[in-house]
């Protein structure tokens, strides 16, 4: 019951911040090419999407007792994950949608991912290139942040035919800029031997 009150708790303060930054401080989530005085500031805050942590927390702890939707049947979960996206992205052309679309969309998205991912990593190579991107997942987040502002910023403006066409070129300029980093820090040699070590792995 503890775990099942955080989750409730923190669904709360989130539906309830993030109604006040769109109706009160007239802000919008930062992936919407619209005008308003508030603009995607107030969602830049932890808690426009503390519940989408605490439930990637709960779905860890599930995870190490066994339980959880990481262990769903692949039918059950590419499902729920199909209906949730499809409601959240929905919800992301209506004003009122915003206040719960962000809160929907990683949920069906992660869900349809694993089962996806799940399927494809029964090829070693894959295996390999999934392991190595997992070591730096949080890092490539992170980053991509950076990327997306400034490419908004500096060359698609408000442009949404633009930003579907660069998007892939965004996705794989942040990978590099990943990779380009992380051969600083540990340097080539130390690279090259943490890929040995994830392809023995697989």
């Known amino acids: 019951m503890g775990a099942t009150n955080l989750l409730w708790i923190s669904v709360l303060l989130t539906v309830g911040y993030r109604a006040v930054a769109v109706y009160q401080f007239d802000g919008h989530p930062t ?29 860890a702890h ?22 949730v996206y499809a409601l959240g992205f929905v919800c992301q052309f209506y004003q009122w949608g915003w206040v719960v679309a962000d809160l929907l969309l990683p949920v ?26 997992g070591i730096y997942s949080y890092s490539y987040f992170l980053i991509s942040s950076l990327v997306v502002t400034y490419a908004v910023k500096l060359v698609i403006q408000d442009d949404e035919f633009l930003y579907a066409l660069m998007l892939p070129a965004i996705v794989v ?19 090259w031997q943490v890929c040995c070590m994830m392809w023995t792995m697989c």
């Open 62 to 83: 599930f995870y190490c007792k066994g339980k959880g939707p990481i262990f769903w049947q692949p039918q059950r979960a590419l499902m729920t994950g199909i209906i």
């Open 173 to 191: 300029s942040t990978l590099v800029l990943l990779l380009w980093q992380t051969i600083s820090v540990l340097g080539c040699k130390e690279f």
């Open 31 to 59: 992936y919407v090419l619209t005008d308003g005085s508030g603009n995607g500031v107030p969602f830049l805050l932890v808690f426009a999407k503390l519940s989408t942590f605490v439930l990637g927390m709960m779905a």
């Open 108 to 133: 069906g998205l992660s869900l349809c991912c694993m089962v996806i991912l799940r399927s494809l990593v029964q090829q070693q190579q894959i295996k390999f290139l999934f392991l190595g991107l």
